[in-house]
């Protein structure tokens, strides 16, 4: 599997260490209720098929959201977070 | 005595065996009926796996409910029943793991003469190898917590486990064996039989397996379950319980949840058919790598998840690389044996690594999920606590902390002390 950093290019996947699924970026506000932090922490969607989730590129140090199908591997998109790279 | 021989309702024994092998083989009869399934059911269970065939018999043979379907997508025993590295064991430290998966051998002990099936339940013994003084005390306490619930374990030293696994690289300086952690009743099974096993006892005592019949939708009404619609027409039920490890998070999106759960793909491996040369589970937890040799020869070893979700149920290669490193660091005598073949199972990931059984918000909804990689071993305790949870409505006492909430209260269950996150199990 080779991923798509929007720094480097296509790069091999061992040079990227994944995080989790993309609802990590919605971190909730420090007053929210209980149930938001459990949903945000714990609680997935979790497709079978197309998803976003976060993927650190080691060399370069980038955070990137990649879209994904769960059942394939296929990779369809990549974006840096939090905009440019 | 023809008659008595006919129908699945005989027993299978030695003498059996020769009976029908004198006769030609003739009289064999399928070990299930395949029933067409019925409008309702008192108690219906999706997945047709290990854990949901285990939970139909023990329903019925521990609560006396009979009016049960089971209802798999595909065949039965398709799923992770089928794709794992058959490992049974009880050597968990933490309460609530460790009285459950010590309930879970004791049942193994008993299976084959319970269902009369052989599972080739083979008791050969597990070895976990240690690499350091810090390892070593924190294998004796484990060991310990494993003698105090009752079950069995011996602290090797390197001499000692030199004299049970000669074959090991014993010079190697990376990761040099101070010693193992013995649990002289773990060992194997067969896996596909412990599915068979159950289903045909299940059958046995009137449960419906019901194959080809995949679940499309969870009916709920004011808050109670009242059925599933399937792609062999509504059947309703009073009872609905979820058994679909690896697809946990879109069964239970039917009844609107969000499960703890992340899917991951973990691969293993095995060789062609070699004469008999591993004896016992090995398992070495500082290369990611275990190991144990089938009855028909073939070496079964595996290593550590891909780390990405995934339902591929096929992984990448860098983890091939990095598991047969592994295997050669720590035996390199293995090194010439060919890979037959490899295949990837979809992990249910939770977030602190152990698994979920318990009642849903949606009332007579159950779910049993979130068996991360220790599905296997723990199919008998796990359908004897679901059908206690489901019959009795209360949790049994061995399973009392496999709550699906446990996430949002804190009392986790993080066997490995690594934290209750995704990425971290």
């Known amino acids: ?85 | 005595m023809g008659k008595a021989f006919q129908g699945a309702n005989v027993g299978y024994s030695g003498f059996r065996v020769l009976w029908e092998g004198l006769r030609g083989n003739r009289g064999w009869q399928p070990a299930w009926r395949k029933p067409d399934p019925r409008p309702e059911y008192d108690v219906v269970i999706i997945g047709g796996g290990g854990h949901g065939l285990s939970t139909a018999y023990y329903l019925a043979r521990n609560h006396g409910i009979t009016n049960i379907a089971v209802l798999e997508k595909g065949y039965l025993g398709s799923g992770n029943i089928g794709r794992n590295t058959t490992i049974v064991r009880a050597n968990y430290f933490l309460p609530g793991n460790s009285e459950f998966y010590s309930h879970s051998l004791k049942l193994w002990e008993g299976l084959e003469s319970e269902l009369n099936y052989n599972v080739m339940h083979s008791q050969r013994g597990l070895i976990n190898l240690f690499h350091s003084d810090g390892q070593r005390d924190a294998f004796a306490r484990r060991g310990n917590a494993m003698l105090a619930q009752g079950d069995d374990a011996v602290l090797l030293d390197r001499e000692g486990v030199r004299r049970m696994l000669p074959y090991l690289d014993f010079e190697q300086t990376r990761f040099p064996i101070y010693g193992g952690l013995y649990h002289p009743r773990g060992g194997t099974a067969r896996h596909d039989a412990v599915a068979w096993g159950y289903a045909r006892a299940a059958d046995r005592r009137g449960v419906d397996l019901i194959e080809n019949c995949e679940v499309t939708g969870i009916d709920i009404l004011d808050g109670r379950v009242r059925g599933v619609q399937t792609t062999r027409g509504v059947i309703r039920a009073k009872q609905v319980a979820m058994v679909v490890a690896g697809r946990s998070s879109q069964v239970a999106a039917m009844a609107g949840m969000r499960l703890p759960i992340e899917s991951h793909v973990l691969q293993a491996f095995v060789t062609e058919g070699l004469k008999p040369c591993i004896d016992h589970v090995v398992s070495f937890g500082m290369g990611h790598f275990y190991i144990s040799q089938s009855d028909k020869g073939g070496l079964v070893f595996g290593g550590d998840l891909d780390f990405y979700a995934s339902y591929a149920a096929r992984g990448n290669l860098p983890m091939v690389e990095h598991v047969m490193e592994a295997g050669m660091t720590l035996m390199p005598m293995i090194g010439r044996a060919r890979v037959l073949r490899s295949w990837g199972g979809i992990m249910d990931m939770s977030p602190d690594g152990s698994p979920i059984i318990d009642r849903t918000p949606t009332e007579g909804l159950f779910v049993n999920c979130g068996w991360n990689y220790g599905g296997f071993k723990a199919v008998p305790a796990s359908g004897w606590c679901l059908a206690h949870l489901i019959a009795t409505g209360q949790p049994h006492p061995v399973a009392a902390r496999f709550r699906l909430d446990r996430f949002a209260t804190g009392h986790l269950l993080d066997e490995e002390g690594t934290g209750s996150q995704h990425n971290l199990h």
Do not use: K
């Not at chain 1, 061992?14 to 945000?40: H, I, K, N, S, V």
């Not at chain 1, 993927?55 to 990779?75: E, K, N, V």
């Open chain 1, 1 to 85: 599997m080779r991923i798509p950093c929007p720094c480097c290019g296509l790069r091999d996947r061992r040079e990227f260490t994944y995080y989790g699924a993309a609802d990590y970026l919605d971190r909730p506000e420090a007053d929210a209720p209980a149930q938001a932090w459990d949903d945000y922490l714990h609680n997935r969607a979790n497709p079978a098929g197309l998803t976003r989730d976060l993927w650190y590129h080691d060399p370069c140090g980038s955070w990137i959201t990649l879209r994904r199908d769960t059942l394939t591997h296929a990779i369809s998109g990549a974006e840096p977070v939090g905009g440019a790279a």
